[in-house]
């Protein structure tokens, strides 16, 4: 192919060999041309010298010399002489006139005014018989060339200047008007050869020569200029036209290529059409040595990278080529005479003459911006052809379009396909393949169209049919039934009947049967099926489902939550979650009646509307319509409501549902011209508005079950915010536990696979070959219409035949036939009158109108009205039934509702009934599960898009009872299998059970692959008998009469015994099986009434005996037990149910969307094992969307700022429960929500209140809202710890306990047993001054959170402070991290920005505008859920808030809090506990204190004016409240309360501004607790302790310290040394505090584990202390923790006595320990002038010395008095001072002492553990 071209592309000859093929394809009647590579190879040599002349080049001026050189060079046959037409009988043959007699020399003209039309040139055009003399003539300068020979329009446009005539569209044609006399076939090239000017004296002279020279080399890209403009003008003067044909050869739409004028020769227009229905040349002009007329080869120029197109051929075709009688007359003796020569080339009448040169683009129903003069379709177009031409866009723009558009065809099919070429060769590299010349767009467009003029007959009228829009597809079919087109079709059916017209037979049949059937009939309705003599038989099985979730819906339900709370914690801040207080929704639905109902039958029974607060006790139905909205006209009303209310509530979280999501996805400025339908782009014009992209509290959620179109380059959803439906099933298991199994597309088609039972998809032969046979007969007519009359027919003549018309078997197919039985019969089988429901899918509107008169016809006549149902389902309408069903229902659903009729398809259940489903697209309808046929035999199936293709098979998705097995629920079938051949070949024939007329076979592998095959043989034989009928006159018929009489068709008569009888004996006697004929009589000879049940022995009989039934079992219920059967059109069907090499069915790879395309046609394939969630990731790669698209705009430079931050999108298989998931989504949406405004807070009663006592005076009035100073000094301190979380402490006695043992035993008890249970929570809502942890955004704390995304991370630095403290022994080193924006609470040195104190306001500052008190927050564990963000508990206050954590909790801490101040502890108290924190918080702050003194005084404040309080805040604050006293009663004595929530900010203002407040050492309030009592706030102020939540003065407690050793209790421990100190606490009664379970954190982040293992073993407190020098083994905990948890269980062993004594409580010096519940202690200090209880009178069961310092000494010890074998336990830091206190303090003079009872903490002496030394008093 190459190497033997020398110079030339070596894609050229190809091109050739390919304008070859494709030229005799379209003039063939054989649609399969010569292959093209055996050309290419087998004849390369006889084209050598010709290719090798034709690369010469010519410079010669001469142009004729060229011409002729070339015209020598094309072939090696000899020439063939040219002969003109003859003129028309008395025209004018004069050179130089025209036929009407004008001069046309230039000579003669020059000075005449001659007419040119705008864009025409005149040129001069030499004669052969005048070389003197130029012939002007007016030529369409789009078909001449440049100044560059290049860029001519391939044919011809001119006018006559002599006689005027205009319209000349063939150079042959103008060139005999002219009377050029040509010898040789004309040319423009050779004829037209100068420009024509005038110059300044007016006169008409030659120009410029035109530049044809280049003609061969013509551009890639046309200019815009370049169109013909008279695209489908006829000629007007041409010898004979095409002969008339009875029938034409190809009954489709011819193809048409347009904008192929770069590559086709010119002979061949820039177009391709199968049908061509006018003549060529005669069998002698293929008389060249060449079987392939060659082409001149042009020369290479400089670099050109890609040559033009080759000149025209004039030569004859190849021997091969069939002559032209053959092709294009279906005459016997066609009449050749009327045939010349000069009908070849571009002459002809009709056919490819006059086929269009220009480009086309967009379908010809949108508007095309067009450059040049409009272009006419003329009326006599489709006269011409026989058929619609479909014209091809292929290169540039297209001219516009007026006429009669209605008789073609746009498409932009080919355009799509090669447009990307340029992109291959990127494409190879990027995959690694070496690189090559990309293939050029014309050379795939040739290709394309070699391969598209050998379609088959039938493609092309599918693919010619697939270029209407839904629109015009409906309008074809309705002009078509309007205009009485089909009236010969109705005709053609009539003649089938063997008694004559159906019609009169169905007359005839009523009229003899009237009274018959009206009797037998009313009787079978009312009498029941089964039952006893009383008729008492009910059928139990009836169930409509009502909303139920199931466990798969709650697990997507929770995956959408899931997903939705990733968007909010993400750091986009796109969805503020715990803004919301509410969800409200709004479901989107597409405009059909039936799924607006459905989806409010849904909402009603869910409860959603209910849960979520929208609407109280009362639904009604008018409320739940405005939740959900159909997509129609009026959507705008009630979605304008909806963004209305959005806009008013912004603290509703509103949900926009967007169900069926792949329905409508026009693009709104598409949608806005005048032709569209004005309901198409609503979804883009309301879901993709402004007002909904902006809003931050509309989510918007896409549902679909075909989620392909919205996932493309351009898509809105990001693929993270993508949820799919989980997979039911994983190796086999049930994941969800579920007792339905769920049969979709691939359960489908699994039951197609070998192995199998029965398929549940199928076809039906018979009705194809009918259909096929029919659409050759009557080729006008579009295919849906012949189809649906085929099957309406069909189904018409079934019914008939179940009714005993047995001659009407004939005319149906098995299947049909199978489908009418068991309708009818199926009701007879339930004592209710249950039955099944038959699906009937036409697309078409207007053909589902038709087919349901015709079939209600048909019922009517044969009297079955009260049988079953014929439903129009229409999706622009409700449903109607009749009365007669209306009732049934209504008893069956137990209705008491007079006016009840059904809305939704679903609540059909149990209705015997044909649903006539219509529509172009289903809508998200559901069907019930009495469904048992889904007949799609006449879906569009020219419509082959993913989409389009699974949405129609989605209708037949059912759940099917898995109670039931699955093989045997798939293989119950319901074929009529009355074939004697298929029964013959059933292996275990009496073990069959026939039900529901048929047999449940149990085949071997080989009947199975004969039943996927779905070409029975029982079809066959139908499809024989069957196509008699359907052939021509002339052929002969394929089956006998006899045949047919032996036809397997069954004869199923329900209305008398004579009709069955009569017919069973018809197909008896023809019966050759003696046997089977008898049990076939056996089983079909009935009653009118079947019997109750059929015998074991008639289990072979034939499947169509449907009378042999259990009546015990209803058929409703066993159609819900098994899958719908499917019927589809073949094309479909081998479609769907072939696979590719990865197992992926073929359907799966179509292009996914009809308004999307494949963004390159070099794309990996998709294969099986892809997920959900990779084929997205395909879609998203592969495919761009069209300008129609909704989303063929949203493209932003390749940024990732397209997707819609709050766009969800729901995908899962059809019918599977989408909806009952997104309505628990909402649910568990709402309780999220609700959820994250409340919180779990601790509710508990206040403990140990008996211990007070019942007298005690109040010191305050009720109204009182400040503490007197001095009143509260005469108020007793109550020792008692009242703080529930102290349940299992110790309790303090202040006195001899009076309390009788008994209640404090009981409360011991109680203890012990709830330790370890949960505490007592209550949800509270979160009130406006909450304090809220991480999760929480707001916009007004955004900029308090430092999480402004319009700013980077708040910068922050790091400052040391230190300060000395004695107790510690050396220096301590804090560290603050101070944020940019806090640093003016500090003061730094100037030279060198030191840290050197935190400003501290005055006592006397009055300002409101800030809170006076830092506060300090210890925590650990909690960076996320520590109650941090006081924004809005201060109330926008400012206030000075410092984290106090532990080193290694800095950067994690720091990461989420970065606008907060943070206190970093020394790395030494990593391991230690709240203590630690509290002390270096209290020193931290009074250093402070002093060294704001310093630097204030010197300001010249006096140091006691600096403020000395601090806060010290636990994390778990949550909200504050404020009891509000009414004491208006008419006694003083009697009041009322309430208790609201208040501010922080409130608080602690009114807390600051309390008289004489320095007087108090802590102030603090009380917990809350919804249990409170009226007697504990009727005291305003109580002295007591304090917790979680105090203000400490650091002044007065300078010499009181926080144990920095203690992890539990250490605030008790404060506060007793404290009050021993002499130091005021007050508690403010009137207000508390509410502290929020937190889970993790805190306490619990301590775990006691082995220091030798890693084992995470739990260790008993019982080991955390162990004997000295032991081999215990040691643990990895501080040496103090293991001493608190150890005494809390287990203090009982030191202090035997002790044990539930509480009348002798534990003496405890200078510190409180918790020796658990049972053991009370008493706290003494033993500080000089202490204020202690009186223990005069107190008997101590035990003595506990906690670290010793120096003020206990002997004496103070000798005061109190001990019981006898009272236990001593002394506590240090070594043992060796536990041998010096025991000297120091004589202990042996009253205590003994046992080697055995000293003790330590488990710990590893580098862990500096505790020692203890336990003795008895003596």
């Not at 015209?71 to 004018?92: D, L, N, R, V």
């Not at 992109?423 to 795939?444: C, F, H, K, N, V």
């Not at 069903?885 to 209504?890: G, S, T, Y």
Request: proline share 6%; with cysteine; net charge negative.
């Amino acid at each position: 192919m190459g190497n033997s071209y020398a110079g030339q592309l070596k894609t050229t000859r190809f091109e050739e060999v390919l304008h070859n093929s494709i030229e005799a394809s379209l003039r063939s009647n054989n649609l399969v041309p010569r292959p093209v590579f055996s050309q290419l190879y087998l004849e390369a040599e006889q084209h050598l010298s010709s290719l090798e002349a034709g690369n010469r080049v010519d410079n010669e001026e001469d142009e004729e010399e060229e011409e002729e050189e070339e015209e020598s060079s094309e072939s090696s046959s000899p020439p063939i002489t040219y002969q003109m037409k003859p003129p028309p009988e008395g025209g004018c043959t004069t050179d130089g006139f025209c036929q009407a007699g004008k001069d046309l020399r230039l000579a003669s003209v020059s000075n005449d005014p001659i007419e040119v039309p705008s864009g025409f040139l005149l040129v001069g055009a030499k004669s052969p018989n005048l070389p003197d003399h130029l012939l002007v003539c007016a030529v369409d300068k789009r078909f001449l060339p440049d100044d560059h020979g290049r860029n001519a329009l391939l044919g011809f446009s001119g006018n006559c200047i002599g006689c005027g005539k205009k319209g000349f569209c063939y150079f042959t044609e103008f060139s005999i008007h002219i009377n050029l006399k040509l010898t040789t076939q004309p040319k423009k090239q050779k004829h037209l050869k100068y420009y024509l000017v005038r110059n300044a004296q007016g006169t008409l002279t030659k120009g410029s020569a035109i530049c044809w020279k280049g003609a061969e080399f013509r551009s890639r890209q046309p200019s815009s200029s370049t169109f013909s403009n008279l695209l489908f003008q006829p000629p007007e003067n041409t010898g004979s036209s095409a002969p008339v044909m009875n029938e034409p050869v190809i009954a489709t739409h011819p193809i048409v290529q347009a904008g192929m004028q770069q590559m086709v020769p010119d002979h061949l227009p820039t177009t391709a059409s199968l049908p061509v229905y006018n003549g060529k040349d005669s069998p002698q002009q293929h008389s060249m040595k060449s079987n392939v007329s060659s082409m001149t080869r042009p020369p290479v120029l400089g670099t050109l990278a890609n040559p033009g197109p080759p000149k025209k051929r004039h030569k004859g075709w190849s021997p091969e080529s069939p002559s032209s009688n053959e092709a294009w007359n279906l005459q016997p003796n066609p009449p050749l005479t009327s045939r010349s020569k000069n009908d070849g080339g571009g002459g002809g009448g009709g056919g490819l003459s006059c086929l269009p040169h220009a480009p086309l683009a967009g379908p010809v129903s949108s508007p095309v911006v067009a450059s040049g003069e409009p272009v006419s379709v003329p009326d006599n177009l489709l006269k011409i052809f026989k058929a619609k031409p479909v014209i091809f866009k292929g290169h540039g723009n297209f001219p516009y379009l007026c006429g009669n558009l209605s008789d073609v065809i746009v498409s932009p099919l080919l355009y799509t396909c090669y447009k990307n070429a340029q992109s291959l060769s990127r494409a190879y590299e990027q995959y690694g393949a070496s690189t090559m010349q990309p293939i050029s767009e014309e050379m795939q467009l040739l290709l394309t169209v070699y391969y598209l003029v050998q379609l088959g007959k039938y493609q092309a009228r599918i693919l010619s049919e697939s270029m209407l829009s839904p629109a015009e597809y409906q309008k074809e079919v309705s002009y078509e039934l309007v205009t009485g087109k089909v009236e010969a079709l109705g005709a053609f059916f009539s003649t089938l009947c063997p008694d004559g017209d159906v019609d009169v037979l169905l007359d005839k049949f009523y009229q003899e049967n009237r009274s018959h059937i009206s009797s037998s009939l009313s009787a079978l309705v009312n009498k029941p099926a089964a039952g006893d003599a009383a008729g008492t038989a009910v059928c139990t099985s009836y169930n409509l489902e009502h909303h139920q979730i199931r466990p798969f819906q709650l697990a997507v339900a929770q995956k959408l939550l899931s997903h939705v709370c990733s968007i909010a914690d993400s750091s986009t801040q796109n969805l503020d979650l715990g803004s919301f207080e509410k969800v409200d929704f709004l479901i989107c639905v597409p405009p059909s009646e039936v799924t607006y109902q459905q989806t409010l039958f849904h909402l009603w029974h869910s409860g959603v509307l209910l849960e979520l607060g929208l609407e109280k006790e009362h639904l009604t139905k008018q409320r739940v319509e405005q939740h959900v909205v159909k997509l129609d006209a009026e959507a705008q009303t009630k979605f304008k409501a909806f963004l209305q209310n959005s806009m008013q509530n912004p603290h509703t979280l509103f949900v926009l549902i967007h169900d069926h999501a792949h329905w409508d996805l026009v693009s709104a400025v598409h949608s806005l011209y005048p032709q569209s339908d004005p309901a198409m782009g609503l979804v883009d014009r309301l879901l993709n508005c402004r007002e909904v992209k902006d809003a931050p509290n509309i989510v918007t959620l896409h549902v679909t079950s075909f989620p392909y179109a919205l996932q493309t380059q351009h898509t809105r959803i990001s693929p993270y915010n993508e949820i799919h439906w989980p997979s039911l099933y994983n190796n086999g298991v049930d994941l969800y536990h579920e007792n339905k199994k769920y049969y979709g597309l691939s359960e489908f088609i699994e039951s197609t696979l070998s192995g199998h039972s029965l398929p549940l998809l199928r076809y039906d032969s018979s009705f194809e070959a009918m259909v096929m046979a029919l659409g050759k007969r009557f080729p006008r007519l579009h295919s849906a219409v012949i189809r649906t009359f085929v099957l309406v027919q069909h189904y018409s003549a079934a019914m008939m035949a179940v009714c005993g018309l047995s001659q009407m078997k004939n005319y149906t197919t098995v299947e049909t036939l199978e489908i009418a039985q068991n309708l009818i019969n199926s009701s007879r089988q339930c004592p209710n009158r249950h039955g099944l429901m038959v699906v009937l899918r036409i697309p078409c509107i207007p053909l589902a109108a038709v087919a349901y008169e015709r079939l209600n016809h048909v019922r009517e006549r044969l009297a079955l009205e009260d049988h079953f149902e014929i439903i129009l389902g229409n999706p622009n309408s409700g449903i109607t039934i009749g009365k007669h069903f209306i009732e049934q229902l209504k008893i069956w659903q137990k209705i008491e509702d007079a006016e009840w009729k059904p809305q939704t398809y679903l609540e059909l259940e149990g209705l015997p009934c044909i649903l006539i489903f219509s529509g172009m697209d289903p809508q998200g309808e559901s069907l019930p599960r009495s469904l048992r046929y889904c007949d799609l035999r006449l879906i569009n199936s020219s419509c082959l898009v993913r989409t389009a293709l699974e949405q129609e098979l989605g209708l037949a998705a059912y759940f099917v009872s898995s109670e039931v097995p699955v093989e045997k629920a798939v293989g119950a079938n319901d074929v009529l299998e009355s074939d004697p051949e298929k029964l013959s070949s059933t292996d275990n024939e009496d073990e069959e059970t026939v039900t529901e007329g048929s047999a449940s076979e149990k085949r071997s592998p080989v009947k199975r692959e004969r039943s996927g095959s779905h070409d029975s043989a029982a079809s066959s034989v139908s499809s024989k008998a069957s196509s008699t009928a359907f052939c021509s006159e002339t052929s002969p018929p394929l089956v006998t009469a006899g045949e047919v009489g032996k036809s397997p068709h069954p004869v199923l008569s329900s209305s008398t015994e004579e009709s069955v009888n009569n017919s069973e004996k018809q197909r008896l006697k023809a019966d050759k099986d003696s046997k089977l004929a008898a049990k076939a009589a056996q089983a079909s000879i009935t009653s009118s009434s079947p019997p109750p049940f059929s015998s074991p022995s008639a289990s072979s009989a034939p499947a169509h005996s449907s009378f042999v039934l259990q009546a015990s079992q209803c058929s409703m219920t066993k159609a819900s037990q098994q899958p719908p059967i499917v019927y589809l059109p073949k094309l479909v069907h081998d479609m769907v149910t072939s696979a590719d090499s990865t197992g992926l069915p073929k359907s799966s790879s179509l292009l996914p969307y009809h308004s999307v395309m494949w963004a390159s046609s070099f794309r990996p394939l998709m294969s099986k094992m892809m997920t959900c969630t990779e084929q997205s990731l395909y879609y998203r790669q592969w495919t761009v969307p069209k300008p129609i698209h909704m989303d063929y705009n949203n493209r932003n430079e390749g940024r990732m700022d397209t997707f819609h931050p709050r766009r969800l999108l729901l995908s899962g298989p059809p019918q599977i429960g989408k909806t009952g998931a997104y309505l628990q989504f909402l649910s568990i949406l709402s309780r999220m929500l609700v959820r994250l405004t409340e919180v779990d807070v601790y509710d508990e009663e206040e403990i140990n209140t008996d211990v007070k006592e019942e007298s005690e005076p109040y010191y305050h009035q009720s109204g009182d809202v400040w503490p007197d100073p001095e009143t509260f000094k005469k108020m007793p301190f109550d020792y008692t710890i009242h703080d529930p979380k102290y349940e299992d402490a110790s309790l303090i006695c202040s006195r001899v306990q009076k309390t009788s043992s008994e209640s404090q035993d009981s409360t011991a008890s109680r203890k012990q047993e709830d330790l370890y249970m949960r505490r007592q929570t209550t949800r509270m809502r979160l009130s406006k001054y909450a304090a809220y942890n991480t999760y929480h955004h707001c916009e007004q704390c955004h900029q308090y959170m430092g999480f402004n995304p319009r700013y980077q991370l708040y910068e922050s630095t790091l400052h040391a402070f230190a300060f000395s403290y004695s107790m510690l022994g050396e220096e301590i080193q804090l560290h603050f991290i101070i944020p940019k924006s806090k640093e003016h609470h500090f003061v730094f040195s100037h030279p060198g920005r030191q840290l050197e104190s935190m400003r501290l306001p005055l006592v006397t500052d009055k300002s409101q505008d800030y809170i006076k008190s830092p506060t300090f927050t210890p925590t650990t564990g909690r960076h996320e859920h520590g109650l941090f963000n006081l924004y809005h508990a201060m109330d926008g206050a400012s206030h000075l808030h410092v984290l106090v954590v532990k080193e290694y909790e800095m950067a994690i801490y720091k990461k989420y809090w970065p606008n907060h101040i943070m206190l970093v502890l020394p790395s030494i108290f990593n391991s230690a506990g709240v203590g630690a924190a509290h002390f270096l918080i209290k020193e931290l702050s009074y250093h402070n204190l002093e060294l704001e003194r310093n630097r204030q005084e010197e300001l010249g404040i006096k140091p006691q004016d600096i403020w000395p309080f601090i806060v010290i805040s636990d994390d778990s604050c949550v909200m504050w409240n404020a009891v509000e006293m009414d004491c208006s009663g008419d006694r003083k004595s009697e009041y009322t309360w309430t208790e609201r929530n208040i501010s922080l900010k409130q608080i602690l203002q009114h807390i600051e501004s309390t008289p004489d407040v320095t007087h108090y050492a802590l102030i603090g309030m009380r917990k809350w607790s919804s249990k409170t009592k009226s007697r504990e706030i009727k005291e305003p102020f109580s002295c007591c302790h304090v917790h979680d939540f105090i203000m400490l003065n650091v002044d007065l407690t300078q010499n009181v310290q926080y144990n920095q050793n203690r992890f539990v209790c250490d605030d008790v421990d404060f506060n007793l040394r404290a009050h021993s100190a002499g130091l005021l606490i007050c508690r403010f009664n009137r207000f508390s505090v509410m502290k929020k379970q937190i889970a993790v954190g805190g306490q619990r982040s301590f775990h006691i584990k082995s220091k030798v293992s890693d084992n995470p073993v739990s260790i008993a407190p019982a080991q955390y202390i162990c004997a000295p020098d032991s081999k215990h083994t040691f643990l990895a905990a501080p040496a103090q923790l293991l001493l608190e948890k150890y005494l809390q269980y287990h203090s009982h062993r030191f202090f035997p006595l002790s044990l539930k004594n509480y009348s002798h409580p534990v003496l405890s010096v200078d510190c409180y320990l918790n020796l658990g519940p049972q053991i009370a202690v008493c706290y003494v200090s033993s500080r000089p002038h202490s204020l202690n209880v009186t223990c005069s009178d107190m008997v101590f069961s035990g003595l506990l010395l906690y670290l010793c310092d120096s003020f206990v000494v002997a004496n103070f010890l000798k005061k109190f008095h001990f019981l006898k074998g009272a236990t001593l336990c002394v506590i240090c830091q070594d043992r060796n001072s536990l041998r010096q206190t025991v000297v120091r303090l004589e202990l042996e003079d009253e205590w003994q002492f046992r080697l055995r009872d000293e003790f330590q903490t488990a710990n590893a002496k580098e862990d500096k553990p505790l020692f203890f030394l336990t003795g008895r008093h003596i």
